[in-house]
């Protein structure tokens, strides 16, 4: 649920997401991209270093994987596109400018469904990675030195911007969730937060309720989590109307999350597009690209996830929440492939959803048919899961071996009622002079002695019947 903003106020959040893109090299060398595991500065060489006389040479590979985010989001492609050279001085940009886009990107002008809404998507460009600082100390402000890893340098990114359409912390959460479970879905990246392979950075500012002038904003960055996002911006946006409710005025700048603190910090005044110099990079000519390999991407996507979960909704008869949990691409063909076997489309859902099921899709479609038929109960089916999935076997396989099976017998049933009643004539008793949980009790008593095999509504139906 969205948190609730002060009386009068409104968030009014965009955000700038980078991406990792899942290539083997660099953006503009040979150099492997996979830098994690690689001793510092290793992963170098003389076009990354920014060394005198070399050239780059664009990713194909990257353009590839630019072209089909740009395509999932509904963006418009350019036919020409052009890189730029973002000019600023930091330690860790070894060439004292970044290979950018700017004028020409990728794509412009698409949209995210994120929940019941749409963000809709500025532009979608490529760029080149920094390195990184490690900073020898508690944090940026103790540090006493900061060390400088090239390894990451150089390594492609992707930028996708959005419109300033989200209007709570939990909505900027969903948004950078619901892209990189479409990033994930497409192959362009991992996506993964927490090896720096998607880094979310949030424009906030906040208005009076009706106001259409936007209000100054500040940028929050570095931040390694979908919840310290979520946490980031709530403290931001809750300093922000502290400010001005106090009669102060916010300072647009950029602002990182400390956890310790639980609030936002400073780190620079923000610069403004033209602080960064930006002219057409002399040393790639603008790329064209051709309309019909646009094409053949755009019918190699597969099924995005937003789709899916229609598809399963629709098809299906799935709840949304169902629906959610489905789609992945290997829970999808899973479950679709268990239904194909003959199995109940929400009997399967709920098996997937609830335990994790990873069964063969035809075992899968077994195990629920056994449930279903009374065979096994559903503890039973839990247990036949776990050992189906260790060692193999069909779930119709291990109840033989261990000789499961549901005791529905309605005579045999019915001397276990009596037994249970008459060696618990307190709790007998007791549901008897109106206390529900009695019943509990004696079931549970039935199905200990049982084993765990009694048929449970067949039991608590005869049980019912002698209490009267």
């Known amino acids: 649920m969205a948190e609730v903003l002060p009386d009068g106020w409104e968030a009014v959040i965009g955000m700038e997401v980078h991406v990792q893109l899942a290539t083997r090299s660099k953006m503009f060398c040979a150099c492997p991209a996979d830098y994690l595991a690689a001793a510092p500065n290793s ?66 002008g698409g949209r995210l469904g994120v929940g019941a809404g749409v963000v809709r998507i500025t532009r979608v460009h490529l760029e080149e990675d920094t390195g990184k600082l490690l900073h020898a100390g508690d944090d940026l402000q103790t540090a006493r030195e900061s060390l400088v890893d090239l390894n990451r340098a150089g ?23 619901a892209l990189r479970e ?23 500012s906040v208005r009076r309720r009706g106001e259409q002038r936007l209000g100054v904003k500040t940028e929050l960055k570095n931040i390694n989590s979908f919840r310290f996002l979520q946490r980031a ?9 502290a400010v001005l409710e106090s009669g102060g005025r916010v300072v647009q700048e950029t602002r990182g999350w400390s956890e310790s603190l639980q609030c936002t910090v400073p780190q620079r005044t923000k610069e403004y597009a033209d602080d960064y110099r930006y002219f057409p990079e002399p040393d790639l000519p603008p790329l064209e690209l051709d309309a019909a390999w646009v094409e053949q991407l755009r019918a190699g996507l597969p099924e995005l996830p937003a789709d899916r979960r229609r598809r399963l909704r629709e098809c299906y008869g799935l709840s949304e929440f169902d629906a959610a949990q489905l789609s992945d691409p290997a829970r999808a063909a899973l479950f679709e492939a268990a239904v194909a076997a003959g199995a109940s489309a929400r009997a399967v859902a709920n098996w997937i959803v609830q335990s994790d099921a990873r069964l063969p899709p035809q075992h899968l479609a077994e195990l629920v048919d056994l449930v279903e038929r009374g065979v096994i109960n559903r503890e039973q089916g839990m247990q036949v899961l776990s050992e189906a999935s260790t060692h193999g076997l069909s779930p119709a396989e291990v109840v033989r071996r261990r000789g499961l099976g549901q005791v529905s ?35 549970g008593e039935l199905r200990k002695r049982s084993g765990g095999r009694a048929n449970m509504q067949m039991a608590r139906d005869v049980m019912l019947d002698r209490l009267g």
Do not use: W
């Open 233 to 241: 911006v709530e403290s931001e946006i809750r300093r922000q109307v």
């Open 182 to 204: 479409l990033l994930r879905a497409i192959g362009a990246s991992e996506a993964d937060m927490e090896k720096g392979q998607l880094r979310a950075e949030a424009n906030v």
């Open 409 to 443: 017998d309605a005579g045999a049933l019915a001397r276990l009622v009596d037994e249970v009643l008459a060696e618990n004539p307190r709790a007998v008793a007791d549901y008897r002079a109106g206390k529900q949980q009695a019943l509990g009790a004696l079931l």
């Open 155 to 177: 390594v492609p990114l992707m930028e996708i911007v959005s419109e300033p359409d989200i209007h709570s912390a939990d909505g900027a959460r969903e948004y950078a969730e």
């Open 43 to 108: 992963n170098v060489c003389e076009v990354c270093l920014g060394l005198p006389g070399v050239l780059p040479v664009v990713n194909r590979r990257a353009v590839e994987l630019g072209v089909r985010t740009a395509l999932a989001l509904g963006c418009e492609v350019a036919r020409f596109t052009r890189f730029d050279r973002k000019n600023y001085f930091y330690p860790d940009l070894p060439k004292g400018y970044q290979i950018s886009q700017y004028e020409l990107p990728i794509g412009r």
